[in-house]
């Protein structure tokens, strides 16, 4: 299993970025998807987490601001970030609780990261 995230960059404070996240290989199904974020110096958090049947659920300080989302194939997921700001800069990392076979329990399955980079 694979997870490509993609979509990080450079923004000046107020800007908007869209971060995508695909998950390919050997997939049975596919439960919450989530995004991660951390900055130099700190423990990594959860920014952003979506269920399959759409719940999703956000850090305190990136809601109303960021929006996460699926495809329709339940494989893809998105954060939609706007009116960033510096304090948002960190590495972007997606997770995803797959089951790469019906006879196989639920691992954790992490992308390589994407920077984000708010410019004041």
């Known amino acids: 299993v694979q997870l490509q995230a993609s979509g990080g960059g450079l923004v000046e404070s107020g800007g908007s970025l869209r971060l995508s996240c695909a998950a390919s290989g050997t997939i049975f199904s596919i439960r919450t998807m989530a995004w991660y974020r951390q900055a130099p110096g700190k423990e990594r958090e959860s920014v952003a987490t979506i269920s399959t049947d759409g719940n999703t659920d956000y850090l305190h300080s990136v809601k109303d601001r960021f929006t996460i989302s699926r495809d329709s194939l339940m494989r893809t997921v998105f954060l939609q970030m706007n009116s960033l700001k510096p304090e948002d800069t960190a590495v972007y990392y997606c997770?995803?609780?797959?089951?790469?076979?019906?006879?196989?329990?639920?691992?954790?399955?992490w992308g390589q990261g994407t920077l984000v980079t708010v410019s004041s």
């Open positions: 997770a995803a609780d797959i089951r790469t076979t019906r006879w196989v329990e639920v691992s954790r399955f």
